[in-house]
Every structure is written in structure tokens, then in C-alpha cells.
Nanobody
Framework: QVQLSETGGGLVQVGGSLRLSCAAS????????MGWYRQAPEKQREWVAT???????KYANSVEGRFTISANNAKNTAYLQMYNLQPDDTAVYYC????????????WGQGAQVTVSS
């Protein structure tokens, strides 16, 4: 089984930046995908970005150009660098992991609160 540990949330002013990290441990795979989702109060969880172990990335339209997803395969860690944060980015951010490049997510992180204040 894989465990995910998220770090890096916090409070930031409008226009600021934050970086989230998600470290995977346990029975990881050399071929995997990791993703980031977020859930704002009273809203459904929404997909933010995905990266695969071969470096392919995808982004939601709402964050493309402002957020960057990356991964260090040697450390089994994914990152979400967030720039030009806006109040609408306020949410709990969750990382996810699955073996292989497609299919359902098999593991979720505990969540990291990101609050953007104006």
C-alpha cells in the first residue's frame, strides 16, 4: 500500500506564491501518476493537475499558466508550485496517486489548507 504525506499549505496574500509537496511511501511503482485536486467550502472537489512518471503534465483551465506540477521520481514526491494566487484558489488541496498512467486514483493525501487573503 502507498501512503501520501502532504506539506506546504498556508496563508498567503493575493498575488503570492506557495508550493505544495506530496511524498509517496510504501509500495510505490516506477510507473505512476500523481495528481492534485482541491475542494473549496461548500463546493465539490475539482481536479487541478496531473503528472505521470514519464513527465507528462495536464492542467485545469483555471490554473494553467499560474500553477506548475512537477515530480522527483527518485524521491517519489510531486510538487505543485502556485503563483499569482487569487481568493478563488482558497481550498483544501489533496494529492492523489495511482500505479500506471490511467485508471482510478488509489490513494489520497490528508489535504493541505491553502488560504488566499485579500
Amino acid at each position: 500500500q502507498v501512503q501520501l504525506s502532504e506539506t506546504g499549505g498556508g496563508l498567503v496574500q493575493v498575488g503570492g506564491s506557495l508550493r505544495l509537496s506530496c511524498a509517496a511511501s510504501g509500495e510505490t511503482s516506477s510507473m505512476y501518476a500523481m495528481g492534485w485536486y482541491r475542494q473549496a467550502p461548500e463546493k465539490q472537489r475539482e481536479w487541478v493537475a496531473t503528472i505521470t512518471s514519464n513527465g507528462a503534465t495536464k492542467y485545469a483551465n483555471s490554473v494553467e499558466g499560474r500553477f506548475t506540477i512537477s515530480a522527483n521520481n527518485a524521491k517519489n514526491t510531486a510538487y505543485l508550485q502556485m503563483y499569482n494566487l487569487q481568493p478563488d484558489d482558497t481550498a483544501v488541496y489533496y494529492c492523489s496517486w495511482r500505479p500506471g498512467y490511467t485508471g482510478s486514483w488509489s490513494q489520497w493525501g490528508q489535504g493541505a489548507q491553502v488560504t488566499v487573503s485579500s
